[in-house]
């Protein structure tokens, strides 16, 4: 089994900045696409940032040159540095990873961090 457990999340200003991680566990042979989404209260989840293995990065148009997405392979680890927020980027942010285990290849989420930004 693999799990995914985040941190990082919290209350911030509007153009503060926070950074959120998430780190994967278990047993698996090796983690491929690595990602952010974000859900809003009423909104469907949607993509906030995903890397690659190889370190090849894909970004919502609202979060580039804002946030900035990174991962550490041999922590099994992928950060999400988050500058510039907006009360429109307040969500629960949910880390995602491609896994690639002994009996499956299969999608993992974690449970989700909130990110509130608020004067």
């Known amino acids: 089994q693999v799990q995914l457990v985040e941190s990082g999340g919290g209350l911030v200003q509007p153009g503060g900045s926070l950074r959120l991680s998430c780190r994967a566990s278990g047993s698996f042979i090796k983690i491929n696409d690595m990602g952010w989404y974000s859900q809003a209260p009423g909104k469907q989840r949607e993509l906030v940032a995903t890397i690659t293995r190889g370190g090849s990065t894909t970004y919502a148009d609202s979060v580039k040159g804002r946030f900035t997405i990174s991962r550490d392979n041999a922590k099994n680890t992928v950060d999400l540095q988050m500058n510039s927020l907006e009360p429109e980027d307040t969500a629960v942010y949910y880390c995602?990873?491609?896994?690639?285990?002994?009996?499956?290849?299969?999608?993992?989420w974690g449970q989700g961090t909130q990110v509130t930004v608020s004067s």
């Open positions: 995602n990873a491609d896994v690639l285990s002994w009996s499956r290849r299969a999608q993992y």
